[in-house]
């Protein structure tokens, strides 16, 4: 088996190069923490609306029929029930099998942030956020449906509740890490040939294009 190694100049350069892209993706990440802030507060619903906490008037929806009949609601779960009962993706969605204090269980995309806990949380009370009903044929994404009833089938397959809204948000380093990427790959992409390319010319690297001269025949 033969091995084929990078020469020494080639690390070298590489190296230098990954070193000074330290510098450009930190000052990215920096500036792009002040936009992820704003980002934050974009995407964070205010108690009432969809996905926020909910308000102490808001409905507290016991049947699947008292879904179907109210604009807006929330769902009061035991302990942690309510992430507890089996999920799945739904597209980009991460549906949970809720379970309803009549016992019917639907899926819900939850914003785990405006979730209300009285009392310990695994056996208090968890006030769920702001919901309403979104129509969708959960039944054609077979996968999903395999995912979320993997223990007991789900009630009703024709919604979800949304209790997620304009909420759902990207991580901060899922919010930067692109932009953070394509600094450094830039900076690398430029210093490289640059580094390479004055070592060459003070005579410390071999040319990496370095034309070779036609010997002379002794006949000459």
Known sequence: MRYHYLRFDIWLCLLLALFVSIFPAALTERMLSAEYENYVKEHTAATGEIGGMAAD???RAQTVEDLETHDTFTVVSPGIEYRNRGAGYFG???LYALTLPSGERVAADINMESVQI???????EATLPTGRIVRKDLASNENFINQI???EPLSRTDFYIDMMGNSRKASQDDFTGPAVFSARAITVIIFFPLFHAIGSKLGIFPAFFGSRKKQKSEWE
């Open 92 to 94: 980009s969605q991460y």
């Open 118 to 124: 009285e009392g310990e949380y695994y056996t208090g």
């Open 57 to 59: 008037d808001l409905f």
């Open 149 to 151: 009833t993997h223990s």
